[in-house]
Structure formats: structure tokens, C-alpha cells
């Protein structure tokens, strides 16, 4: 949407006041002070404020919440309410404009929150995976202590906790937000305030989490688990505000990735027309509106017990650490989900494109990914099969937890068959979706041991069990976000990124990804637990392997940054519309699409799989006369 | 793409499926019994105690069981991916339109549910054998033959070490691990502070250390040997140091040692508290 009159550009400076980032960031500031001394006001009169945090665990609270009130105020969420209080008339755009400023601020845009959340989620992945080399580095000797046991437990923490939190919006937040309303055939988000929104508050979250290094840290890694959350630093708190707040951004990205994709859908496109991407985006944001409520109940029990002393979670006061072990794992299982049904979504959508074929067995896809996010729910006390809890349930969480290879295995086999007698195309993204085939599988094999009691007394909360999840996680949620960059970043950003450079980061990246987590099973089997500073002498050898291959997988990402600079910011060379011959309808828009997406809201004729003559042309995109405005 | 390419069916007259399939059953007629033979008993935690043996049979079965799974996915990919690749730097030509086929559908579904029936019922008969060496709450629902008269020792978990306990042997508590060979040993396991988690790492026994729960795990010991004892729970600061050395004794041997323990500890006895399956832990107990 572009004005017949063009202003004229006012000074930097003055743009740089405003409702924005730099607003955000000062008051976001302010507020953290204004919550610290209003905290002290209510616990004591103490300002003592850095000797007294080891016992004002409230002041901590009110001052990070404070900061996030701050931080999105100066970001400008209040401003359309206290607009429409006023008598102004409802408006759905704000900054729906061209300009760099509108990537540091309130955008509803949903591909310019598409970008946002890419380079935010990127920026804090990269953090948590330099934390993992500062892991690796620790372990490679069996006695020597780079950091004090503290300090360890604090990076495995982060690492942990920014993976699993930030992660969950890996493709959620990136992909989806761009794609869902381009795919199907409208112009923005159900609710896009809500979309940025999300996204402003899940920065807030993590840089909290980062700051947890001036409060002490914390030493229960991502599980959080209660009591020993209770007897920990400050630190602790920043965790159960980074996980709260990433639960309410996490919740409302699904209620907005569900209400957008349940009534904004264009004419035409029916359900069985749906892309397989926007299934897994939809099975993923039920498991994200139903899960993180759950999250959120458990880490405000756990706040009230820090600040209020309340003993929910304390066994000698009436609690049970058993009920935050259940609340846990009820939110943290289907979480596990959360992150790996993005990826089969990517993995189906990108098969038929470099396959040249239809996806095939349309429907067994959808109800695989619904099966397995409806499974999830039946599975979470597997994680305590030997902690004392209902022991006479085990054999029912061993069924249901095998239950869930049975959907998945509808993944594989559509995907299987969909490059049965195709004319497959070795692209950089194509690779990535190849080597998640590989690499789910071997995470999915290893379950198999992991789910079957006896053999997961061993294996329970061993480097087996790090290796299996990280063989499904990384192997399965992080190849394919990066075949979602590979395959959409020439979409989003009207550049190409080098291919040469892309294969280079592919290969180092599947080879010492296997090289780092493969041996791991052997680890865990020899008698590692998880999360340990030290270990036996006789397993160095394996753990130095392994870091020095995690190293070079450390690596492989500076190769991808350095590829995404330089085709980015130097190289520039557009990108083609449709430089994939894909048949979906973004493909069939300018690189970069334009801020309203579509000059006439398209019609659709059917899948966008329509390879090998099966089906006409997917879509009437522009200028339809049946096409509402 | 408007136009529509040419459809290509690279080599149509072949009979890939065949191919594939005979393939898949030969390696997998190969593979099978040489990992099921040679690696399976190979996989931990060992022979250390009946539980253990169990796991390493639950082990062999499983990797026997999943070598075809990957046999069939090796075969599936090397050919597929040399066979079905386009021509580089050829125009783009799309395969046949295939967009499904019931037969192979439920061909699947069938075979997958009936792997998973089979490794939930096996793993469900095999727990419930003996215990399998895992933690089953105060409750326990599988038990060896003769758990009546099996040993008790009491695990006592706390930041940063485990101590344990003989009631048998009058309440005697002590800092070293040692159950006598070839005996039934029924351990409870508690916390006093936090989760931890004891980890007889070639014993096959694992169990969480809840404070105020008595977590109960059997475990059938048999020849003399050392095994190792690790924290498998994050318990804090010092989690990483939380092991020892634990010891399987000859019954002689161990009452010998038994009587040398209460010898070391008789000073301090009397400040124990009295034996119990729990000890209240404080409640707002708050370390560092």
C-alpha cells in the first residue's frame, strides 16, 4: 500500500523516536526498575537491591514483568487499545508500509513477522549452539573443569531450555507466519497483533533467560524439576519466566495459526486441498493452545512456592515433586511434538516438489500427523518409568508410546512413495529433507529401546537418551528448518542463496551430526547419565570424538551464516519467482511477495501437487473475476 | 511452472517394487541373525544380575527387530535415489502421477501395528518377569520368584551422596555399597532433599530417589563383581561427582564385612534415626 504522495524522509533521528524497538528497550528498562523497588516496597524496605536477591525472589518477578509490560508498551501494543477506547475506528494495519524500521516494531504484516521471527529465532538458536560447544568443550577430559560445576549446569540449562523454548517457533514462527496466509489465499493472519505480539514477547522471553547469568544461574536444566528449583539461585526465576512467557507466546500462536486456518481459507480450497504444511502447522498449533496452559499452571505453582512460599512442590509441606514431574511432562511431551510435526509438514511439502510427483497418500500424511499429535497426549509418564510413579501403569505408557511409530510411520511411507519412481532433484533443501529420512529414523529406532521399560531402565536419563532426542529434534526439526530456509529464503527475501555453499553446509552438517550423536548411544549405554561434568576415564576417548565432531558441526553453521550474509547483504542476486518449479501458490507470486500478497484473493482449483499432468493448474491467482477484493 | 511438463517414468517396465523387495529380504535374511547373534548380547548393561540379563535379552530382541526397519529404508534409498534421479542439468520433467495405492497402505499399517503389539506385549511380559531392575514406587507389581525372603538394603539419596542402610543388620548405615551373590535384594530407595536418581550401572537397576517415597526395585544378584553407582537424576552443584563404587559379595565374605562396617559405625549409631522406609525431609530446607 504505497500513497500517491510521497513524504519526504524525515531525519534518523527522528525516526528513530517512536513506538519501536529502541522505545521498547528503554521502557523496558524503566519498568524492570519500577517492578525491583515497587517488589522491595511490598517484601521490605530494603534498596539493598544486589545483596538482598538471594532471599527477594519477588522483587525478581515484578522487575521482569515490569521489563516485559515496559518493553511492549514502548513497542506499542497499548496504543490500539487505548485508541479504540478513545472512538477511534477499528484497524487491522499497522506499519504495513516498505522500510527497514517496520522489521524493529509492531508490524502486522505477517511476512514482515515472518522475518522478524526468523532472525530472532535464528539469533537465539545460534546463542543456545554456542552454549552446546562451551558443553562439548567441558567435556573433553574426564577430570579437568573448564568452568566450576555451577557454571556447567547453568549452560546445559540454557542450552536446553533456549532450544526447547525458542525452537518450538522454529518453523511456527518463521514459516508458518509467512506462508500459512499466502498458501491459503488471504492477506494477513487472523489476528495480527496477536502475530507480532507473539513474537515481541518471545524475544523478551529469551533475553530473559539470558540474564539469568547475573542472578546466579540455574542448575535444573530445561526440566525445571521441583525440589531442587525451590533451593536454587535467582536464577531460577529467570527460567520460569522465560518458560511461562514462551507458553503464553506459544499458546496464542496457535490460536491464531488455528483461527486463521479454520475460517480465512480462500474459495475453493477444501480441505483435502489444504498443503500438507498447513495440516502440520494445524496439528502442531492444537498440541501448542492445549500444552502450554499446562506449562504455564505448573511454572506458577512453582513461582508462588519461590515467592509466596506456597508447598505445592514440596513433599515435607503437603506437595508432591511428582506433581510438577506429571504437569511437566503432560506440557513436555506433546512439546517433543510441537517441534518434530513442523518438520514432517516441510519434509511432505518439499518431497513432490524435488520428486516431481504428487504427494502420495494424501490423506494417510494428514492422518498420520493428527494421529500422532493426538497420541502425544497418552505418553508423558514414559519419561518416569522408573521414578516410583504409578508402577502398575507402565505397561500402558510402553503401549501408547509405541502406538505413536504407527502414525509416524504413515510419514514415512508417504514420503517413501512419494519419491517412488519420481525425478528427484539433489537441491539443498531436497538433501535436508533426505537426510531427516535418515536421521528420524535412527531417532525413531532408538525410541524403540527408550519406550520399552526394561530396556529403559538403562537408557532412562543416560547420553542414550540425549542422543535419541537429539537425533529426533535436531535430526528432525532442525535439518528441516533449515530446508525451510534453503526453499523459502529466495521467496521471502528476493535473493538466492549460494548453492555451493548451501551443499558444503549440508554435507559437514549431516556428517558430524552423526558423528557427534551417534556415539552417544554407546555412551549412554556405558554408564553416562546426562548432564554430568565429570565421567569415567575409559569413556574419553568417545567423548572427545564426539566434541571435536560437534565442533566442526559448530562449524557448519558459520559456513550457512556466512552463505546467508553474503548472498543477503552483498551478492544480491534476485532470486526467480519460481526458481524450484514448485506448484504451490507462493511460488506463483513476485519474489519478494508484496505487502498485500495478492491483487484479488486467488480461487483454487485444486492440491498444489498437481505433477505429472494429474491435475490442471492449481490456481487462478490474479485478476479472477469469481475472486472477492 | 504453466506449462506442463512431460511426465517421465524412469525405466517403466521394470519391476521396481520387485526388485526392491527381494532385495530388502535378502539383506535382511542376512542381517538379522548376524546382529541378533554377534551384537545384540553385546549391548549393556551386561550379566551382572538377572534383571540385567533380562535387559540385555530385551535388548537383543529389539535390535533383531529393528535391523529389517532399516534394512528395508538402506535398500528403499540406494535404489531409489540412484534409480529415480533426474538427469542434471536437464529440463524438468515430472513422474507419474501416483497418488496412492490401498494395498500397500494397509500393507503397512498392518505390518507396523503388529510390530508394536508384539514389542508392547513382549516388553510388558518382560517387565513383569522380575521388575527388569527399575524403580516401581512403594507398590510394586513384578517380583522375582523369592522376593518373601529377599535381602533389604535401603538407598538414602542426598546432595551430593548416597548412603545405605541394612535393616537386617540392625539399621547399620554406611557410605560403601555391598549385597551378597546370588541372592534376591530388595532395595528402597529415598531422598532426603531433592530427585536424585541411583543408577547400579551393571547391575541393570535404576530408580529415582523421591524424598518422602519409598521406591522399591528388586534385584536377583549373581556372581561376585564391582559395578558402578552414579547419580542419574540432576540433584544440583555437584551431581556430576555423586558416584561410588559398589560391590557384590560372597555371602561369607559380605557378613565379614558387614561385621567390620557396624564395628566402624557402632560409635555413631545411636545419633541414627530409626529405621524407616522414609525420613521427613525438612521442608524448607534451602541450599545455596
Excluded at chain 1, 566442526?552 to 519467482?577: D, E, R, T
Excluded at chain 2, 523369592?146 to 539399621?171: D, K
Aim: net charge neutral.
Amino acid at each position: 500500500m504505497t500513497d500517491a504522495a510521497v513524504a519526504p524522509m524525515p531525519p534518523v533521528w527522528r525516526r528513530l523516536i517512536g513506538f519501536n524497538m529502541l522505545t521498547g528497550v528503554v521502557l523496558g528498562v524503566g519498568g524492570w526498575y519500577v517492578g525491583w523497588f515497587g517488589a522491595h516496597a511490598i517484601v521490605g524496605p530494603s534498596l539493598d537491591y544486589f545483596g538482598d536477591i538471594d532471599y527477594n525472589e519477588l522483587s525478581v518477578f515484578m522487575a521482569y514483568l515490569g521489563g516485559v509490560v515496559g518493553f511492549l508498551i514502548g513497542l506499542g501494543f497499548l496504543n490500539y487499545p487505548l485508541q479504540r477506547l478513545r472512538g477511534y475506528p477499528p484497524s487491522l494495519r499497522e506499519k504495513e508500509t516498505e522500510g527497514f524500521g517496520r522489521y524493529f516494531s509492531l508490524c502486522t504484516d505477517h511476512k514482515v513477522v515472518g522475518i522478524q521471527y526468523l532472525w530472532g529465532v535464528g539469533l537465539f538458536f545460534f546463542i543456545a549452539g554456542l552454549n552446546a560447544m562451551l558443553i562439548r568443550s567441558e567435556l573433553l577430559s574426564p577430570s579437568h573443569e573448564i568452568f566450576p560445576a555451577g557454571t556447567y549446569l547453568t549452560i546445559v540449562g540454557v542450552h536446553g531450555t533456549m532450544m526447547m523454548g525458542i525452537m518450538t517457533s522454529g518453523i511456527l514462527g518463521p514459516f508458518a507466519n509467512y506462508l500459512v496466509p499466502i498458501m491459503i489465499g488471504t492477506r494477513r493472519m487472523a489476528f495480527p497483533r496477536i502475530e507480532s505480539f507473539t513474537f515481541w514477547l518471545l524475544m523478551a522471553a529469551a533475553t530473559i533467560l539470558q540474564t539469568t547469568v547475573f542472578f546466579g544461574g540455574f542448575p535444573t536444566g530445561w526440566t525445571g524439576y521441583a525440589p531442587l528449583s525451590n533451593e536454587s539461585n535467582p536464577g531460577m526465576d529467570c527460567y520460569i519466566l522465560f518458560f511461562a512467557l514462551v507458553g503464553i507466546s506459544m499458546c496464542l500462536l496457535g490460536v491464531n495459526m488455528i483461527a486463521t486456518i479454520l475460517t480465512m481459507r480462500a474459495p475453493g480450497l477444501t480441505w483435502t486441498r489444504l498443503p500438507i504444511f498447513i495440516w502440520g502447522i494445524l496439528s502442531t498449533a492444537v498440541l501448542n493452545v492445549l500444552a502450554a496452559p499446562v506449562l504455564i499452571a505448573a511454572l506458577s505453582m512453582e513461582a508462588l512456592d519461590r515467592t509466596a512460599q506456597t508447598t505445592f512442590y514440596v513433599p515435607g509441606g503437603g506437595g508432591s515433586n511428582y506433581l510438577y514431574e506429571n504437569l511437566f511432562w503432560i506440557f513436555g511431551h506433546p512439546e517433543v511434538y510441537i517441534l518434530a510435526i513442523p518438520g514432517f509438514g516441510v519434509v511432505l511439502e518439499l518431497l513432490p516438489v524435488f520428486a516431481r510427483k504428487p504427494l502420495w497418500g494424501y490423506r494417510l500424511a494428514v492422518s498420520g500427523m493428527l494421529g500422532v499429535s493426538l497420541l502425544s497426549w497418552f505418553v508423558w509418564q514414559h519419561h518416569l518409568f522408573v521414578s516410583g510413579m504409578n508402577g502398575d501403569l507402565r505397561p500402558f505408557y510402553m503401549l501408547s508410546t509405541e502406538l505413536i511409530s504407527i502414525p509416524t510411520g504413515f510419514t514415512f511411507l508417504c514420503g517413501m512413495m512419494t519419491l517412488w519412481r519420481g525425478q528427484i532433484r539433489f537441491t539443498v533443501p531436497m538433501l535436508f529433507c533426505l537426510a531427516w529420512f535418515f536421521n528420524f529414523l535412527i531417532g525413531g529406532l532408538s525410541g524403540v529401546f527408550l519406550s520399552d521399560t526394561p530396556s529403559d531402565v538403562t537408557t532412562h536419563g543416560s547420553f542414550f537418551s540425549m542422543a535419541h532426542f537429539h537425533y529426533t529434534i535436531m535430526g528432525g526439526l532442525v535439518f528441516t528448518f533449515f530446508a525451510a530456509i534453503y526453499y523459502w529464503a529466495p521467496k521471502m527475501f528476493g535473493y538466492e542463496l549460494n548453492e555451493t555453499l548451501g551443499k558444503i553446509h549440508f554435507w559437514l552438517m549431516f556428517i558430524f551430526f552423526n558423528s557427534t550423536f551417534g556415539p552417544l548411544f554407546a555412551v549412554g549405554f556405558l554408564g553416562q547419565p546426562r548432564r554430568v561434568v565429570t565421567y569415567p576415564s575409559g569413556l574419553q576417548f568417545l567423548n572427545d570424538w564426539v566434541s571435536i565432531s560437534a565442533f566442526i558441526l559448530g562449524f557448519s553453521m558459520l559456513i550457512f551464516l556466512y552463505n546467508l550474509f553474503w548472498s543477503l547483504v552483498f551478492v544480491k542476486k534476485p532470486a526467480a519467482a519460481n526458481p524450484w518449479g514448485s506448484k504451490s501458490i507462493e511460488f506463483q507470486l513476485p519474489s519478494p511477495v508484496p505487502v498485500h500478497n495478492f491483487d484479488r484473493i486467488p480461487v483454487f482449483s485444486g492440491d498444489p501437487y498437481g505433477y505429472g499432468g494429474g491435475a490442471g493448474p492449481v490456481t487462478v491467482p490474479a485478476g479472477a473475476p469469481a475472486g472477492r477484493d | 511452472m504453466t506449462t506442463a511438463p512431460t511426465t517421465v517414468d524412469s525405466g517403466g517396465n521394470v519391476n521396481h517394487g520387485r526388485r526392491v523387495v527381494v532385495a530388502w529380504l535378502v539383506l535382511s535374511a542376512i542381517t538379522t541373525p548376524l546382529v541378533a547373534i554377534f551384537v545384540g548380547p553385546l549391548i549393556p548393561p551386561g550379566n551382572g544380575s538377572v534383571q540385567g540379563q533380562g535387559q540385555v535379552f530385551d535388548n537383543q530382541v529389539m535390535t533383531s527387530l529393528i535391523t529389517p526397519i532399516l534394512c528395508l529404508l538402506a535398500v528403499f534409498f540406494a535404489y531409489g535415489l540412484v534409480q529415480f534421479h533426474a538427469k542434471r542439468g536437464a529440463e524438468l520433467v515430472d513422474g507419474p502421477p501416483l497418488r496412492h495405492d490401498s494395498q500397500v497402505q494397509i500393507l503397512w499399517i498392518v505390518i507396523t501395528t503388529a510390530m508394536v503389539l508384539f514389542l508392547a506385549g513382549f516388553g510388558t511380559y518382560e517387565l513383569l518377569k522380575d521388575g527388569s531392575g527399575g524403580g516401581q514406587g512403594p507398590s510394586p507389581i513384578a517380583f522375582p520368584a523369592n522376593h518373601q525372603n529377599a535381602f533389604q538394603v535401603q538407598v538414602i539419596a542426598q546432595q551430593w551422596q548416597f548412603t545405605y542402610r541394612y535393616p537386617s543388620l540392625g539399621g547399620m548405615e554406611t557410605h560403601q555399597l555391598a549385597l551378597p551373590a546370588n541372592t534376591d535384594v530388595e532395595i528402597h530407595v529415598t531422598s532426603l532433599d531433592v530427585i536424585h536418581s541411583f543408577w547400579a550401572v551393571e547391575l541393570g537397576v535404576k530408580a529415582d530417589a523421591n524424598p518422602g517415597i519409598d521406591n522399591i526395585v528388586y534385584v536377583q544378584t549373581k556372581g561376585t563383581r564391582l559395578f558402578h553407582v552414579r547419580c542419574a537424576e540432576l540433584c544440583g552443584l555437584w551431581h556430576g561427582y555423586m558416584y561410588n563404587t559398589g560391590r557384590v559379595l560372597e555371602p561369607a565374605q559380605f557378613h565379614s564385612w558387614a561385621a567390620g562396617q557396624e564395628k566402624i559405625f557402632a560409635s555413631i549409631k545411636k545419633y541414627l534415626p530409626p529405621y524407616s522406609h522414609t525420613y521427613v525431609p525438612q521442608p524448607d530446607r534451602r541450599a545455596g
